[in-house]
């Protein structure tokens, strides 16, 4: 019996041609990018602080009830993506 012919595969391998290369920025954050990063972390800091102490004497935050966990730790969690961000 006569044996089969043996394909020879093609090669899969990128070329370097094929590839873009792709700039990418490098360097500090601007300062203003720091300042509001920060800015949204103190704002749920101080937003859970003035629930904790004052909400009695605040009615518009005592109306809000458990929608305050939600504001500031949002405003927290805000600032913490931005953290990723940062360079």
Do not use: E, Q
């Not at 089969?4 to 370097?16: A, H, L």
């Not at 792709?22 to 300042?35: F, H, L, M, Q, R």
């Not at 305050?68 to 927290?76: Q, R």
Request: aromatic content about 14%; hydrophobic content about 50%; proline content about 6%.
């Amino acid at each position: 019996m006569p044996k089969s012919k043996v394909r020879k595969k093609t090669d899969y391998s990128i070329t370097p041609t094929s590839r873009i290369p792709v700039k990418v920025k490098v360097g500090p954050s601007p300062v203003w990018y720091i300042s509001i990063m920060l800015g949204f972390m103190l704002a749920g800091l101080v937003w859970l602080l003035v629930y904790y102490l004052g909400a009695d004497h605040i009615g518009w935050m005592s109306d809000l009830g458990a929608w305050n966990f939600l504001i500031g730790f949002g405003l927290m969690v805000i600032g913490l993506i931005m953290t990723m961000r940062w360079r």
